[in-house]
């Protein structure tokens, strides 16, 4: 294709051609020079989701006329030049147009630090604007159990749009109209609950402002907190440790497992705990049922159960497989019923005093508390669910900044005992590593010499293996992402694919990118791969864990042996599955 020598800011550079000004752009950022420091501004431009920025705000001077940047090519001798007057204006008057739109409640709005809008607004000089709701509000749509919709804060750059029908083949939000007189509305009228909604909340991860954001239960948690009546105990899942930091201007990418524990201990809980444990309980279950589908003749390939975006998916788009998934309750779920059975004896506390309240990277984990047959010990397995960006949020109300919290601290035992093979669950392709360490010692006998399943790992939509026990072969997939999901059933249906075993979760790259993990701007998505980065986190978390397969796990052994019995037996199924319904 050849390359391209152009100018931006003065400064030269040779790059691929055919490529756009505000790709090019991002290439220099790698560069350490001084045009390092002003990004060309986006809003509604996402790497992966939406590749035009229309918002007026993209914008950059070539030879004397102000060009969109989102769309135009670098040609050769290109001079471009970022921050002219004329690009300034052009900027100012984009983000005064979108403004006068937006309802400008910042106070109170969760996205308040992380919303793109905000910065710009600050950047660009629009500080003495009053904080004033619009006075011709349109109704907020709060039918969801999960997500919050408030149309007046939208600057309709498409960007939940694009997500949800291309990356998650659901298409439960859509628009009517043309630039900035679209109206953004889900696909029923009778709200985004009444769509087929799976509640991955990958609109609220890719959307700039507070136009779609989680429901907020943090008073839920500060309200049981302070009631004196009732026993709080949180629970956090693998991939919060892997994104809380982002939100205390930690790196990318930096484990803060113990600084959780340490927090959520300041923060009032009676008990913290750590999902690995119930991660490694669903491994323990889940490596039964499918040994005893592949031994029984039962229906096969059998698909993971942990994601309640995709057993919401399979619910609405594949009634008919509904069989194929296993009847495991998610880790998180799990864990609860135990809490409210097995630690409520042990401690000797009611288990209707039993607030469980679960830190999950995950918006459907909201959804999936309320489920019929979610209450194994004859309450609900779990009372609240928040999210990462909620738990940030409740720290910083409580003045308890994670940069200082001993880095060390320890979750509670006996259910803070995790295993390494718990702690990638929060990667896609963890559940399905974690499961083969234990499916192929079960079904051999024999102690693995490898406990990586390098295949399944990566950032890849689609992974395949094919693992040999005793001479039979197992052959896996995990997929993540629904479209993915969508596209690897599709196979399956038509007898192109012959696997035992499916990992399919809803976000891609897994829960380290759920709906409800710190907000990146569109600039460090563009450069990073944030997903991977944090996975990356998890996966050395695991290769330092002193015990790195499920059934090795001396708390999983303890409880079997003292509470449980049997995996797959009656105690199990009773706390432990679950069961679903055609939508
Ligand atoms: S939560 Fe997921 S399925 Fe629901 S509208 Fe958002 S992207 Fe679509
Ligand atoms: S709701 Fe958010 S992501 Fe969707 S169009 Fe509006 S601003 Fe963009
Ligand atoms: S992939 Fe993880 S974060 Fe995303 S919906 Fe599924 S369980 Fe939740």
Redesign the pocket.
């Given at each position: 294709m050849g390359n391209v020598t152009f100018k931006i800011n003065k400064y030269e550079y040779t790059m691929k051609k055919g490529i756009t000004i505000l790709d090019a752009s991002f290439e220099t950022m790698k560069f350490a020079k001084e045009y390092l420091q002003q990004p060309i501004p986006t809003l509604y431009y996402l790497k992966g989701v939406t590749d035009i920025d229309e918002s007026g705000v993209c914008v950059v001077e070539v030879e004397g006329k102000v060009v969109n940047a989102s769309t135009t090519r670098v040609k050769e001798g290109m001079e471009i030049l970022t921050n002219t007057p004329a690009v300034m204006a052009a900027r100012k008057e984009a983000l005064a147009r979108i403004l006068a739109n937006h309802n400008k409640s910042c106070l109170y709005c969760l996205r308040s630090g992380s919303c793109e809008l905000q910065e710009l607004l600050h950047e660009y000089g629009f500080t003495d604007e009053p904080e004033l709701p619009k006075t011709d509000l349109q109704q907020l749509d709060l039918s969801s159990k999960v997500l919050a919709r408030d149309n007046n804060k939208c600057i309709k750059c498409k960007r939940c749009i694009n997500v949800c029908a291309k990356m998650q083949a659901v298409s439960a939000i859509t628009a009517w109209g043309e630039g900035l007189d679209i109206l953004v509305t889900p696909a029923s009228p009778k709200g985004l609950a009444a769509s087929s909604c799976v509640n991955?909340?990958q609109c609220v991860a890719v959307c700039p402002v507070g136009a779609l954001t989680e429901i907020d239960n943090t008073d839920a948690v500060k309200k049981a907190l302070d009631d004196p009546d009732q026993y709080v105990v949180a629970q956090v899942a693998p991939?919060v440790r892997a994104a809380l930091g982002e939100a205390f201007e930690f790196p990318i990418g930096v484990d803060v497992e113990g600084r959780i524990a340490e927090a959520l201990h300041r923060a009032g809980f009676d008990k913290v705990f750590d999902t690995k444990f119930g991660a490694d309980l669903t491994i323990m279950e889940e490596a039964q049922e499918l040994i005893h589908r592949i031994q029984r003749e039962g229906v096969l390939p059998m698909i993971t159960s942990?994601?309640?975006?995709?057993v919401k998916y399979a619910e609405h788009f594949y009634p008919d497989m509904l069989d194929h998934i296993s009847t495991c309750k998610?880790p998180h779920q799990m864990q609860g019923a135990i809490v409210k059975s097995y630690i409520a004896a042990n401690e000797g506390v009611k288990k209707e005093n039993i607030v469980m309240v679960s830190v999950?990277?995950?918006?459907?984990?909201k959804f999936e508390i309320t489920r019929d047959d979610e209450c194994g010990a004859g309450v609900p397995d779990v009372d609240i669910v928040i999210t990462t960006n909620e738990l940030a949020k409740l720290l910083k109300e409580k003045e308890i900044q994670l940069e200082a919290m001993n880095p060390k601290a320890k979750f509670d035992d006996p259910l803070g005992q995790g295993s390494g093979a718990g702690v990638i669950f929060g990667a896609a392709g963890g559940v399905m590593e974690a499961a083969l360490r234990t499916v192929v010692e079960k079904l051999s006998g024999k102690t693995l010499e490898k406990l990586d399943f390098t295949e399944v790992r990566g950032m890849n939509g689609i992974k395949e293996a094919a693992v040999e026990v005793d001479g039979t072969v197992i052959k896996v997939a995990a997929a993540?992402g629904l479209a993915n999901a969508n596209a690897l059933l599709t196979r399956v249906k038509a007898g192109e694919a012959d696997y035992q075993f499916i990992e399919i979760?809803?976000?891609p790259g897994?829960?380290v990118n759920?709906?409800?993990q710190p907000h990146q701007p569109a600039a460090v998505r563009a450069l990073n791969n944030v997903p991977a980065l944090r996975a990356q986190a998890l996966y050395q978390n695991d290769v330092c864990s002193q015990v790195r397969k499920s059934h090795e796990n001396p708390a999983i052994k303890e409880i079997y042996a003292k509470f449980l019995g049997e995996a797959g037996g009656e105690r199990a199924h009773q706390l432990l599955h679950t069961s679903y319904v055609v939508r």
């Open positions: 991955c909340g991939a942990c994601c309640p975006g995709w998610s999950m990277p995950c918006t459907a984990k993540s979760m809803a976000c897994g829960c759920g709906g409800g």
